[in-house]
């Protein structure tokens, strides 16, 4: 069983350029040199953030599932843990509906349309007269 390569920011911090680019993201080291050219916000973004920690701007993006799941084949190692920070991981929000929503989206919009009848019928009453 292979033993996880730990990495000082001092030594991921030397590999910022488009020959190696390292980024640390919840405290996991990444070598995302040969993803340069493939992510899809381009390569500068991950060049601008190459050699540090990029754990708020990967968050602040919303990458999806699939996106962190292909993180993983680039992960070479983790911090040491004198330069760990705990950082929160941001969760996804859950756009499954339910019962209750669906009851309270007909509620708002039974107003509206109540709204709406009342005023054609006004506009009826007084104005054909």
């Given amino acids: 069983m292979s033993e996880t390569k730990l990495f000082s920011l001092k030594e991921v911090a030397a590999h910022n350029s488009n020959k190696s680019a390292y980024l640390v993201i919840h405290n996991s080291v990444y070598d995302v040199t040969n993803f340069l050219n493939e992510h899809p916000g381009g390569e500068e973004v991950l060049l601008e953030q190459?050699?540090?920690?990029a754990t708020e701007a990967f968050e602040d993006v919303g990458h999806s599932t699939d996106a962190r799941e292909?993180?993983?084949k680039y992960k070479i190692g983790e911090l040491v843990e004198a330069d760990?920070?705990?950082?929160?991981?941001?969760?996804q929000p859950d756009w499954s509906s339910?019962?209750?929503?669906?009851?309270?989206?007909?509620?708002?919009?039974?107003?509206p349309i109540l709204l709406g009848l009342l005023a054609t019928?006004?506009?009826?009453?007084?104005?054909?007269?």
């Fill in 70 to 72: 292909l993180m993983k």
């Fill in 84 to 91: 760990r920070k705990d950082i929160p991981v941001k969760t």
């Fill in 98 to 111: 339910n019962d209750k929503k669906d009851e309270n989206s007909m509620k708002n919009w039974i107003v």
């Fill in 50 to 53: 190459s050699g540090k920690e």
């Fill in 121 to 129: 019928i006004l506009y009826h009453f007084y104005f054909k007269q």
